[in-house]
C-alpha cells in the first residue's frame, strides 16, 4: 500500500517514538496487568482462606457443643497455624481456652490465650485474653506473671475489669491493701448499672477494716 508524503512522515515518526518508548510503554503496561491480576489473586486468596478458616472454626464450636476440647485444640491449632491471619484464629483460641477451663486444664488454656495476646490483630480480642489469660496464670498461682498481664499499658475501656483482676492477685499474694486499692480503682471505674459493681464490692467489704 502506498503512502503519501505527510502519512510516511508520521509513519516515520511513529516508529522512532516506538523505538525508543516502545519498551517502556511494554513495561508500564505489563506492571499495570500483574499489578491488577495479582490484586484478583490476592483477593480470591483471602476468600478462600477465610472460607476453609471458617470451616474449622464450626468444627471448633460442633467440638465444644460435645465437650469434646481436644477436638477443639485441634481445630484451633490448625487455625493459628495455617489461617492466622484470619478472624477465626483469635476467636477459635479464646473458645477453646474456655473449653480447657471448662474440663479443668488450664495449662492448655494458657497457651491458646497467650497466643492471642502475642499474635491477635483485633485489639479487643487481645485485650479480653489478657485478663483472661490473667486468670488462668492466677489459678496456675504464678502472680507475678499475671500482674504483669493487667499492669501497665491498660487498653481503653477495660480499667475496670483489669484493676479488679489486679485486686484478685493482689488479694492472692497477701497484699490485702494494695488489693483493696485496685478494687477501689475498679469499683469507681464501673459503671452505676454494672452487674459486677455488687461483686468487687462484697470483696470490699470481706477484706474488713484489717486492710484499710
Known amino acids: 500500500?502506498?503512502?503519501?508524503?505527510?502519512?510516511?512522515?508520521?509513519?516515520?515518526?511513529?516508529?522512532?517514538?516506538?523505538?525508543?518508548?516502545?519498551?517502556?510503554v511494554l513495561g508500564v503496561v505489563t506492571l499495570v496487568l500483574v499489578g491488577i491480576l495479582s490484586w484478583q489473586g490476592w483477593n480470591w486468596y483471602q476468600r478462600n482462606q477465610a472460607a476453609t478458616a471458617g470451616g474449622y472454626f464450626e468444627a471448633l464450636q460442633t467440638a465444644l457443643r460435645q465437650n469434646n476440647p481436644d477436638q477443639a485444640v485441634a481445630a484451633s491449632a490448625?487455625?493459628?497455624?495455617?489461617?492466622?491471619?484470619?478472624?477465626?484464629?483469635?476467636?477459635?483460641?479464646?473458645?477453646?481456652?474456655?473449653?480447657?477451663?471448662?474440663?479443668?486444664?488450664?495449662?492448655?488454656?494458657?497457651?491458646?490465650?497467650?497466643?492471642?495476646?502475642?499474635?491477635?490483630?483485633?485489639?479487643?480480642?487481645?485485650?479480653?485474653?489478657r485478663v483472661r489469660l490473667a486468670g488462668v496464670l492466677l489459678d496456675l498461682g504464678d502472680y507475678d506473671a499475671a500482674l504483669a498481664q493487667v499492669s501497665g499499658n491498660v487498653p481503653a475501656g477495660y480499667e475496670a475489669l483489669y484493676a479488679d483482676r489486679r485486686g484478685d492477685i493482689l488479694f492472692a499474694k497477701g497484699e490485702r491493701a494494695q488489693a483493696r486499692a485496685a478494687w477501689q480503682e475498679a469499683l469507681d471505674a464501673f459503671e452505676a448499672a454494672s452487674p459486677l459493681r455488687p461483686v468487687v464490692q462484697l470483696k470490699i467489704d470481706a477484706l474488713g477494716a484489717a486492710a484499710a
Request: aromatic content about 10%; charged content about 20%; overall charge negative.
Open 1 to 24: 500500500m502506498a503512502y503519501d508524503l505527510e502519512e510516511q512522515e508520521q509513519l516515520d515518526a511513529l516508529k522512532a517514538w516506538w523505538a525508543k518508548y516502545g519498551n517502556l
Open 78 to 129: 490448625t487455625l493459628r497455624d495455617n489461617y492466622a491471619g484470619t478472624v477465626y484464629a483469635p476467636r477459635g483460641a479464646l473458645l477453646a481456652a474456655q473449653g480447657l477451663l471448662n474440663a479443668g486444664d488450664a495449662e492448655r488454656a494458657r497457651t491458646e490465650l497467650a497466643w492471642v495476646v502475642a499474635n491477635g490483630k483485633d485489639a479487643a480480642l487481645a485485650a479480653v485474653a
